[in-house]
């Protein structure tokens, strides 16, 4: 640690104090030390330098710029400093009211970029933003369930709704999608997951055992949509729910041979339908997506409830 002598002679000079009463409050750039100080770059460089030298200010790299703060490794004793030579700057009011326009400039600059993007934000790509940082977000909501993913390929999305769930049982009707399954699952040391061989209109699954029932993206693979959404619903207990993400109806034939499809999505009267028939009520089917590339694949989202006697 920094000694309080070097300190005191660090921040014994104004105008490093002026800096240090500043980076007290806020993250600045040398030009915006430049703006607030209204001295010359160089000046406002050397100063810096011997703070850091000093242990008393440390800084960061974001985009072009350094950005400086205090050092929160002599935090403490830098505090005192500053505190009990504030008194003594008669400039320290007068600079802080130009910092806070500076800061008001650069957050200015921010909105600007964002009243730009309104109405493109979004559709062009945004680091970070996924539909799966989206789904971990909603899970976070949900209380503890026992979750069916039925027709779960390798397990990737029953791996994250088991981060929430009490317990997600995953069926596939391939051997080798489930042993990918259960590897995934051992190596990251999940065990409320179970994965079972089987078809989803036969479901290994007890009835009434199950909360929430997903087909996520398998419906069009089943050859009989309606027996595999009757499963659903016996497995399901009173109040239960499931949920369907599918295609929307859509012509791009060599889904049959590219993918395995049976079906070539559904449409939403269709998709209605077959859950009224299969027993459910409270229905809402809805457009969620559109694939901006050929052949711009549409996403239908049903959710639907079990009856409750």
Known sequence: ???????????ADPTRLRML???????????ELQEVLAM?????????????????????RTGKNNLYRLSTENAAAIAAVIDSAKQQVPE??????????????R???????FDSMAGRLGKDYVPGKSWKSYAEAFLRLLPPMTIADLGAGDGGFALTLAQQAKKVIAVDSSEKMIEVGRDQAQRASISNIEFRL???????????????????????????????LAEAARILKPGGRVVVLDLLKHRFEEARELYAD????????????????????????TQVDRQAEPPNFQTLLAVAQKQTV
Not at 1 to 11: G, N
Not at 46 to 54: E, G
Not at 202 to 226: K, M, N, T
């Open 1 to 11: 640690m920094t000694s309080i002598v070097k300190i005191l002679r660090a921040a």
């Open 198 to 228: 089987g078809d989803m209109e036969e479901l290994p699954i007890d009835p009434a055992s199950i909360d929430v029932a997903f087909f996520s993206q398998s419906l069009h693979h089943a050859a009989h949509p309606g027996r595999a």
């Open 40 to 60: 010359g770059q160089s000046t406002i460089s050397s100063h810096l330098s011997q703070l850091k030298q000093a242990g008393l200010a440390q800084d960061r």
């Open 21 to 31: 009463l500043l980076l007290k409050d806020e993250e600045l750039s040398v030009a």
């Open 262 to 285: 049976e079906w070539l999505g559904f449409g939403e009267s269709e998709l209605e339908q077959l859950l009224t028939t299969a027993g459910f009520t409270q229905i809402h089917v």
């Open 92 to 105: 320290a009011a007068a600079d802080y009211a130009a910092m806070r326009r500076v800061v008001k400039k």
């Open 107 to 113: 957050q200015d600059r921010m909105r600007a970029f």
